[in-house]
């Protein structure tokens, strides 16, 4: 089965923050998870590179735009690698072969009729790289995003979105999970029936963008530019290749201010130009800060290069993926980071690891104590964490998915105390218990790979397990120690002082 999962294209105007940190931390969480299930997997990230905003920040630092967006675009690479992000493609807009694939689908659009040319009249903000209806700013006149807006006023192409609001709603009634969670789904429908009025698609007074094919004094909106990242990364208008494996998309992964331009525009688009649609659109939430949404413009951004460099990569993706329900708002806070590390990775499984481990190597010699033993409860248990585990991801429910390998380590930590094997004589029984405790730890291992893939692959290499069966499928009795001698292990997860 092939599986394509998508991040928003960032905007390069300015450096990479801890929203982005986020969003492409889940959709690899996501993808590794698909890919420990067997699935084939493409899992695309970029940088949207075009539009006023980039423009204009550009323009800040004295630098051409092509220069400019080169180097900002790297620092989004290299906060991915820091992030230890195992994306398959990292898409560029100002790439020829996005430039290709935008240009085709404009024409597609042309073609069959949906652009027409107008003169656009209404406000603009610049920030949200969003034109808005004098009925939707703020008392203050601001858009509703707080943003600020101008007023312009110029010749454009325009889509006819209008025409396809009834196709829309019936799309999303045949289709209730297009949008997750479920209560996005409801918004992007009301909106859709509260009516649809054209949408402008191009800008003439810029000249950073994609030129309008057969109109060089128009670049094509940025929106449209970026959307269509999502094919052309596959090779659009090539449809064989990528195109034809992984399209349509599994799941675009989006914040939830950008929800309506991939649940409504995108679809629209390609409902018009006759391109299927993706199956799924998931919108999460945000970070804030002390109630406010973390981001550049309020300056109140937490650098996840900082964090990385403080707790290392792996707290950083624990954190991000633990602390908040995916779909939600959460708060970011120091404390909290500290706590959900130091109760769940170091109290509860760093310190399994540690006692079962020591106790192996002290009693014998670091050889696994495998007898055939008859199989102790808390293993059934552990391979019924693996299916409820599995069905928490396959609902992309990701903090709860970590619940489950939590609660695993809790039951075997009661195990462990229960039997006091370190009071036990160095015999049967207390090969049994440091057995099935081996065996939890494995599956705790191969739980966390999609998470703290480092981390986990220590937790393997400590238990010798071969790399090629790491996968869900040798969850379970499947993959079962056998005897071996163990190598040498360490602490994997220090205590945040
Ligand atoms: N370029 C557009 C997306 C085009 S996709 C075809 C864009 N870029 S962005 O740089 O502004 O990135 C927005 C994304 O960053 C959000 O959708 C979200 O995924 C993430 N976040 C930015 N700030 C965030 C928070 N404070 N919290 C969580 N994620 C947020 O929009």
Redo the contacts with the bound molecule.
């Keep these: 089965m092939s599986y394509y999962i998508t991040?928003?294209?960032?905007?390069v105007n300015s450096d990479p923050?801890?929203?982005?940190a986020?969003?492409t931390v889940m959709c690899d969480v996501l993808a590794r998870y698909k890919r420990l299930n067997g699935e084939n997997v493409k899992f695309l990230t970029g940088t949207?590179e075009h539009g006023q905003k980039v423009a204009q920040s550009a323009i800040k630092f004295g630098v051409e735009p092509q220069v400019f967006v080169d180097q900002v675009s790297l620092l989004f690479r290299n906060m991915m690698d820091a992030l230890n992000i195992s994306y398959s493609d990292f898409i560029r807009t100002t790439e020829d072969r996005h430039k290709r694939g935008a240009s085709a689908l404009w024409r597609e659009l042309f073609e069959r009729g949906f652009i027409y040319f107008g003169t656009y009249s209404g406000w603009y903000s610049v920030r949200d790289e969003t034109f808005y209806n004098e009925s939707e700013l703020t008392q203050e006149g601001l858009a509703p995003t707080g943003a600020a807006v101008e007023w312009i006023e110029e010749p454009s192409y325009f889509f006819r979105l209008s025409s396809m609001q009834e196709k829309l709603i019936k799309f999303y009634e045949e289709n209730p999970n297009f949008v997750k969670p479920g209560y996005r789904y409801n918004e992007v429908k009301s909106f859709v029936k509260m009516g649809l009025g054209d949408l402008s698609i191009s800008r003439s007074k810029l000249k950073w963008g994609i030129p309008i094919p057969n109109d060089e004094t128009h670049v094509m909106y940025v929106?449209l530019d970026?959307?269509t990242?999502?094919i052309s990364a596959l090779g659009y208008p090539n449809l064989d290749g990528d195109y034809a494996t992984f399209w349509p998309a599994s799941a675009h992964?989006?914040?939830k201010?950008?929800l309506r331009?991939?649940a409504v525009y995108w679809p629209a688009f390609l409902m018009a130009a006759e391109i299927k649609v993706p199956q799924q659109i998931f919108a999460?939430?945000?970070?804030?800060v002390e109630g406010e949404?973390?981001?550049k413009s309020v300056g109140n951004v937490i650098n996840p290069l900082v964090l990385i460099n403080d707790f290392g990569v792996d707290y950083v993706r624990y954190f991000l993926c633990r602390e908040i329900i995916f779909g939600n708002d959460g708060n970011y806070s120091r404390s909290s980071f500290i706590n959900h590390i130091n109760a769940e990775l170091v109290n509860k499984i760093g310190n399994l690891v540690q006692r079962t481990l020591s106790l192996v190597h002290k009693n014998f010699g670091g050889v696994v104590p495998y007898d055939n033993f008859d199989k102790e409860e808390i293993l059934e248990f552990a391979h019924n964490i693996v299916v409820s585990y599995c069905k928490a991801m396959d609902n992309m429910d990701i903090s709860h998915a970590i619940s489950y390998i939590v609660s695993l380590a809790e039951e075997a930590n009661s195990y462990i105390d229960k039997h006091a094997p370190w009071r036990l004589p160095v015999g049967n029984d207390m090969k049994r218990v440091l057995y099935t405790l081996l065996e939890v730890i494995r599956h705790i291992g191969i739980l966390l790979q999609p998470i703290i893939p480092d981390s986990a692959c220590k937790i393997l290499d400590f238990l010798s397990v071969p790399r090629e069966e790491r996968t869900f499928k040798y969850s379970g009795i499947n993959g079962a120690l056998k005897t071996c001698q163990l190598p040498n292990f360490y602490i994997i997860f220090p205590r945040i002082q």
């Design positions: 991040t928003p294209i960032y905007y923050h801890f929203g982005h986020y969003t949207d929106w970026a959307l990242n999502y992964i989006v914040g201010e950008i331009f991939h999460h939430g945000w970070w804030l949404k973390m981001s």
